[in-house]
């Protein structure tokens, strides 16, 4: 491994940004001093500033956008620096919009009701086939004098590494290299063991480089250790997978799959474990988002009939009526732009990973974003998208929906950088987040209820670094993680807001 370690000096960098004031604090500096009464009503004169918008302007002062324009009616044709605008005073100025209901504390799950559906937490209540136990998780105790034995299975490609000339490389180049785009996993899920041992982890490794061919796949699953694994973790191309995951059902062995978003991955295995969400399980975390954050809102859901599920933008509309919030499905920018209220907020959510589309409606949003009160959401592709200006997503106030999301001013996250740089001395990428991520996760499940922790899932938890694990098994099929976080662009900052 010393000479994939010695390549990864030619990882690029990530940036870790810092900010010291929060949205508040911010807001704040843009209120006037400057007071008038006015026929018997006391306002701020607000002098509109270069890049002000008003919503921007109704956060700073904490009121409703409407009281804005009710005041000043020649808003409704835009609004221009040095303009001056009446703001009515409230007695509690706080800096935050009361149009949006708070986000309730996070509460424990309670168990379902007869006739009603399990609440998102719940994975299973009886034992998996093949588990050897059936005791309460509290009282499971594998032993600390307990060596457990783990798989780790990479397409490594480390015949390939010696014919690498780091001096001839460049980013493009590096990121094309199969041995560099998995290496970071292997490296992160390392980080995880090294710091687990110290709590008191006996654990024996075996990392096998399986590529593609599945003739070496099969090799590697005849050697005499592999009966005997507690866990095999796979980060594997598709077919390499099934024939592992097969394998690993015949001898009741837990296997987890860190990167692949097909639904039809866990049927009929109840011992797999699937890490990324598939798209489909995003419905329902983002209408209960939109309830909380929205719940005044006139929600508009966009079609692009290029999107590979055609069924999401209805299906979406549906949850939100469960939910009564009021929704309606529109095709095309320009049809949404038509049906924009001028007295609510409008959320406008995108079912599209067109690049040229989406840049093309920020272009035209952004254009009338001071006559309508506008939020978006869009679809994790779409922090993929380089020509995607920050000007954009922070004035029309876009949400993401993805399956992880990286807090960089988390004080975990800045350990785990700050570990990863004194050790590889470059900075961590997203496979080296997700390696530590599925590492911590799943050698501590073992080491709290041994072998068979998949009998314990519903009630384990804990904190990751990206990838928060919301499993939930269906019957006879395996776990999926269910868990989507939304993010938002708030002062040229991402912030987790679910």
């Known amino acids: 491994m010393t000479k994939a370690k010695t390549i990864l000096l030619l990882a690029c960098l990530l940036p870790v940004i810092a900010f010291t004031q929060t949205t508040q604090e911010k807001l704040k ?24 918008t008003l919503y921007m302007i109704s956060k700073a002062y904490g009121i409703d956008i409407n009281e804005v324009i009710k005041e000043n009616p ?62 309460p998780c509290k009282e499971k105790k594998p032993g600390k004098n307990r060596v457990f034995k783990v798989a780790l299975m990479l397409p490594l490609y480390l015949a390939e590494v010696a014919k690498i000339d780091p001096e001839t490389l460049d980013r493009d180049r590096t990121e094309n290299i199969p041995s560099l785009q998995f290496i970071e996993f292997y490296e992160g899920f390392r980080m995880a063991v090294d710091s687990l041992k110290k709590s008191g982890l006996n654990l024996k490794l075996f990392v096998y480089d399986i590529c593609k061919d599945t003739i070496r796949t099969s090799q590697v699953l005849r050697k005499p250790e592999m009966k005997s694994m507690d866990l095999i973790i796979g980060f594997l191309y598709h077919r390499n997978f099934e024939i592992v995951a097969e394998f690993a059902k015949k001898n009741g062995i837990c296997i987890v799959n860190p990167v692949s978003e097909r639904s039809d991955l866990v049927n009929r295995n109840p ?31 966009v079609r692009n009939y290029q999107y590979k599920d055609r069924e999401a933008a209805e299906q979406l509309r ?15 920018t320009d049809n949404a732009i038509g049906r924009l209220s001028r ?51 922070v004035n029309l ?42 590492g ?10 041994g072998h068979d922790f998949q009998n314990c899932i519903s009630s384990y938890d804990r904190k990751a ?34």
Not at 318 to 332: F, I, N, S
Not at 440 to 449: G, H, N, Q, R, S
Not at 472 to 496: A, C, P, S
């Open 74 to 135: 020649e808003v409704k044709q835009g609004i221009k620096a040095e303009s001056k605008l009446r703001i009515p005073i409230s007695d509690t100025l706080s800096g935050e919009s009361t149009e949006r209901r708070p986000l309730p504390p996070v509460k424990e799950p309670k168990p379902p009701q007869s006739g009603t559906e399990p609440a998102r937490q719940d994975t299973i209540s009886e034992p998996v086939p093949g588990s050897s136990s059936g005791a």
């Open 343 to 393: 007295s609510k907020e409008n959320v406008l959510v995108f079912f599209t990973e067109n690049s040229t589309y989406i840049l093309d409606l920020a272009r035209k949003l952004s254009e009338i974003r001071n006559e309508y009160l506008i939020s978006i959401v869009g679809l994790p592709d779409w922090g993929k998208i380089e020509d995607l200006e920050t000007d954009y997503m």
């Open 271 to 301: 011992f797999i474990f699937k890490v990324r969400p598939s798209r489909k399980t995003q419905i329902r975390p983002l209408a209960g988002f939109m309830e909380q954050a929205f719940y005044r809102a006139q929600i508009i859901i």
């Open 465 to 498: 670094l990206q990838t928060t694990f919301e499993f939930r098994q269906t019957k006879d099929n395996g776990f999926e993680n269910q868990h989507w976080e939304i993010y938002k662009f708030e002062n040229y900052k991402l912030v987790k807001v679910n």
């Open 440 to 449: 911590y996760y799943f050698l501590t499940a073992l080491m709290e209820y």
């Open 318 to 332: 549906k949850e939100c009526a469960r939910l009564k919030l009021t929704a309606q499905v529109v095709d095309g």
């Open 29 to 52: 500096q843009i209120r006037s001093d400057v007071r008038q009464t006015i026929n018997g009503k006391e306002f701020y004169i607000h002098t509109v500033k270069k890049g002000q």
């Open 397 to 438: 106030n876009a949400h993401i929906v993805a399956p992880y999301f990286i807090d960089y001013d988390d004080r975990m996250v800045k350990k785990f950088v700050k570990n990863f740089q004194d050790t590889f001395k470059t900075d961590p990428q997203t496979n080296a987040f997700l390696g530590f991520d599925v």
